[in-house]
Nanobody
């Protein structure tokens, strides 16, 4: 089992940047494939980015490709999401998630979730 805690959210203007962190504790962090998801008010939770156990493989939603970068530091048990060129439509609660199985873009297959961190992009 792993516990996840996100941080780094906040209010930023259009075009600005934020870096989200997701700190893991418990069972070995490096054994989990990780993902970032987001949920805007009234919307379903959607995939943002995924990262393999080593961090060597990554995948992004089309809406964030070339703007967001997912990475991890297994020595620090931490997952990151660097978000650049932010847009108002990026406003949402961002969640990190972990699963011991194969990495995935589907939120329903992730076993462990953080509490979320709010990102608000003003126009």
């Amino acid at each position: 089992q792993v516990q996840l805690v996100e941080s780094g959210g906040g209010l930023v203007q259009t075009g600005g940047s934020l870096r989200l962190s997701c700190a893991g504790s418990g069972r070995a962090f490096s054994t989990y494939n990780m993902g970032w998801f987001r949920q805007a008010p009234g919307e379903e939770r959607e995939f943002v980015a995924a990262c393999s156990r080593s961090g060597a493989r990554t995948r992004y939603a089309d809406s964030v490709k070339d703007r967001f970068t997912i990475s991890r530091d297994n020595a620090k048990n931490t997952l990151y999401l660097q978000m650049n060129s932010l847009k108002p439509e990026d406003t949402a609660v961002y969640y990190c998630a972990a699963r011991p199985g194969a990495w995935s873009t589907r939120s329903g297959v992730y076993d462990y979730w953080g509490q979320g961190t709010q990102v608000t992009v003003s126009s």
